[in-house]
Every structure is written in C-alpha cells, then in structure tokens.
C-alpha cells in the first residue's frame, strides 16, 4: 500500500493564481483532512470529510474548497491565492470506524505564494 | 492559550540521555496522540492513548487524565530521534478531530 500520497510536493504560486493540491489514499479509509502547518504553530485543520460527498469545514476554512467524489480522493482547491497562504499542507486519512482513529498524513505539499 | 501546550519548546541531548517531552491539555479528551515529524519529512503517528501507559521500543508515553497531561519518554536517545514531537488530542465529544500542540524540537548530538 502507498498510505497516503500527496501532490505537487513543492509549488511556487503569484498571487491572484489558483491550484489544485492533490491527496489520494488506498487504505479504504473513510474520514479525510486537510491541514495547513505554519512555522512555530501547530497543525490546523482546513476541511475535513467524513465520506464521500460528506466535506465539513475546520478551523481556517477561508480561501479554500474542497470536494470528496470517492472514497480515496480529497482535493483541497486553492481560488485566488494570497501571501497568507504560503504553508505546508498535509492531506491524512482515518478509518473512521470505532473510536479514537489513528490518521496517517501524507508526505506533504509546500506551497509558496508571491 | 492553546488547549494544548507542550513543553519545552527545544530540547537538545546528548546521545543516550534518556529524554522527556511534556503535554498539558486544558479541555476534556477522548485520546491523546503523540507524533513524529522529522525535518522536511512526513508526519507519523507513535502512540494514540487514552489511560495508562504505552511502551514501543524505547518510546514509553503515559497519560494522567486527571491532571490532563502527558509525557513521551525516550530512553538511550540517538541522533536518529531528532524531530519535532507533537501532541495532539481528541476532545468535544470528536473521535476523529484533532487539536495539535506546536510541537516540540528535539536535537540528540552524537
């Protein structure tokens, strides 16, 4: 199993562009997130997906969207990018059966707004 | 203040000093979870716990609900230990939502 794979690893973006980070997992999980991870901060969840068809949002949803069509794919759409976005987002996955699930994070993508 | 704080911020060892990361939480939890997450790498999930005391090789992470805080212990550290150790919890009534420390950075010399 690949776990949970991330793409682009790295982007460079100019303001006002938009992107696709794309987030895959072959575990048969059902819960999904999107995290952005800042410098000296902890991890905050953007939108999180307990489903396919199911998204919900986090913490700091704003300028983000994200869709869940299957059960392995999460992409988190980025619309206007802005400085304040330059971050380095991880995609995980969880069983979402029983309680207290461990989530396994992808390698991670980092993006650099100008 | 964050609902979860870890302390110290920056840890540096020398190798084979046995090492004590802390995690104080200020909300009701489900489980707590304790990560790795080595320079430029991924994110790997250690223990998950909601009592007691879980031992993986020379990892060792306790939990005292009560006094809401945790411990992850190494012993006989090595320069391979070097990474940032974060805590993260279940809390408000969630199984699957997480609330992250800012994590804690270790550096083991040799």
């Known amino acids: 199993n690949a776990g949970v794979t991330q793409t682009p690893k790295f982007r460079i973006l100019k303001i006002g562009q938009s992107m696709t980070l794309q987030c895959t997992q072959d575990m048969n999980h059902n819960y999904m997130y999107w995290y952005r991870q800042d410098p000296g901060m902890g991890l905050k969840l953007i939108y999180y997906?307990?489903?396919?068809?199911?998204?919900d949002k986090g913490e700091v949803p704003n300028g983000y969207n994200v869709s869940r069509s299957t059960t392995e794919d999460f992409p988190l759409r980025l619309e206007l990018a802005a400085p304040s976005q330059t971050s380095v987002y991880f995609c995980?996955?969880?069983?979402?059966?029983?309680?207290?699930?461990?989530?396994?994070f992808g390698p991670g993508t980092r993006l650099t707004v100008l | 203040k964050n609902e979860v704080e870890q302390s110290p911020q920056n840890l540096t060892a020398q190798e084979g000093e046995f090492i004590t990361i802390n995690c104080s939480y200020s909300v009701g939890i489900s489980a707590l979870h304790w990560l790795q997450q080595h320079p430029g790498g991924g994110i790997v999930s250690l223990f998950m716990l909601s009592s007691g005391k879980k031992k993986h090789g020379r990892l060792i992470a306790t939990i005292n609900i009560q006094e809401k805080h945790s411990s992850l212990h190494i012993t006989a550290s090595h320069p391979r230990d070097s990474a940032v150790y974060i805590c993260a919890v279940n809390s408000g009534g969630s199984n699957y939502k997480l609330t992250f420390g800012k994590g804690t950075l270790l550096t083991v010399n040799p």
């Open positions: 997906s307990v489903g396919a068809g199911i998204t």
């Open positions: 995980a996955s969880s069983p979402g059966q029983g309680h207290y699930n461990e989530q396994f």
